[in-house]
């Protein structure tokens, strides 16, 4: 019965997820793995760094990789429904209507000779195809002001150059929830604004979430954009997921000594420091993945069983979890890991 229960809450669901992108060099392991459910109305963040295989989920959740790329494994199960794999033809009847994302550039992915209201538009024609001209516009000019973009009547005609960085981000936005969608992705919403117009972008996803209760996927590597949006934290790394947990575990009883760096690498204004902290290393070559723990090279702590064999989830509560060996029953002591590192 819980069981079932947990299940009705999930409105996404993706197990063991695995992408590769084909070049002319190799094979990139983009996604190894990779498991994680989303509830009806929170907000899930995916956190990692650049290259870690956030996007790249995503995308392959929406049908949206390069013709290089493809989805070698896994499932993709939304309300019940499995997705992965679908046709173009019905992947496009999902996109807009139960899930839509908004790219980390507005100004890159909306398009320069179209007024903002045809493209806003757009959206409704495709999935409202029973709307007439005159309740498009209104839609349109509705979504305009629920995005907080004034003089919805006249900026509807302008164009995407006539617009600042936070009103383009707006704009997408507005294309994002046109349709009332179930799930709206945001690919770095916040990277290229400065830190006022990302309070203001945040505060309004919080503000049309629960206007509209759409479930929202913040990808990012920002973990001060987390803080104040996110209900949940799923940490990646090399196209893994190395901890995930409610936003106070991960916060507060962080793990996995990659989530550990990445919290420690915050500037805080309350901590005299000479230096701000970081990651030695860098990241794992995924087109030659090693078999161990992806972050073993970069592990303080690593023991020679981290290069080895990948650890498996232990868990610390129902909602919380990490795959590090430092917690794995079957090691002796995990406290004598420090002393063991690097073998």
Not at 6 to 11: V, Y
Not at 15 to 32: F, K, M, P, Q, W
Not at 46 to 73: M, N, Q, W, Y
Not at 262 to 280: F, G, H, M, T
Request: hydrophobic share 40%; net charge neutral.
């Amino acid at each position: 019965m819980e069981e079932k229960a947990r299940e009705s809450r999930n409105l996404l669901k993706v197990s063991d997820l695995e992408v590769s992108i084909h070049t002319d060099n190799g094979v990139v392991h983009a996604v190894r793995g990779v498991s994680f459910t989303l509830h009806h109305g929170e907000t899930l963040a995916i956190v990692g760094e650049s290259g870690c295989g956030k996007s790249v989920t995503f995308k392959s959740i929406l049908g949206l990789l390069p013709e290089t790329g493809r989805i070698d494994a896994g499932s993709v199960v939304l309300e019940g429904r499995e997705i992965a794999g679908l046709p173009e033809k019905e992947m496009r009847q999902i996109r807009g209507r139960d899930i839509s994302m908004i790219f980390q550039d507005p100004l890159t992915s909306l398009n320069p000779t179209m007024n903002i209201g045809d493209q806003i538009a757009e959206v409704l024609k495709l999935h409202r195809k029973n709307m007439i001209p005159a309740q498009r516009r209104q839609r349109v000019l509705e979504l305009l002001y629920l995005a907080g973009i004034p003089n919805p009547q006249e900026r509807y005609r302008q164009y995407p150059h006539q617009f600042s960085g936070g009103m383009r981000q707006r704009v997408m936005i507005a294309i994002a929830l046109a349709c009332d969608p179930k799930i709206l992705i945001a690919d770095e919403p916040t990277t290229a604004l400065d830190v006022t117009i990302q309070a203001q972008i945040l505060d309004l996803m919080k503000e049309l979430q629960q206007k509209i209760n759409t479930a929202i996927v913040i990808i990012t590597h920002n973990l001060g954009v987390v803080a104040s949006i996110a209900n949940r934290l799923v940490v990646l790394y090399g196209g893994k997921v190395v901890e995930q947990g409610l936003l106070n575990e991960i916060f507060y009883e962080m793990r996995h000594p990659y989530t550990r760096g990445l919290l420690d690498s915050i500037p805080r204004l309350n901590v005299e420091r000479r230096e701000l902290s970081s990651i030695p290393g860098s990241p794992p070559d995924l087109m030659d993945p090693l078999p161990g723990c992806p972050f073993a090279a970069r592990c303080a702590s690593c023991m020679k069983v981290c290069g080895k064999y990948a650890p498996s989830f232990t868990a610390f509560s129902e909602t919380h979890s990490a795959a590090c060996w430092l917690y794995d029953p079957r090691m002796p002591r995990a406290g004598e890991a420090g002393e063991a590192a690097n073998g």
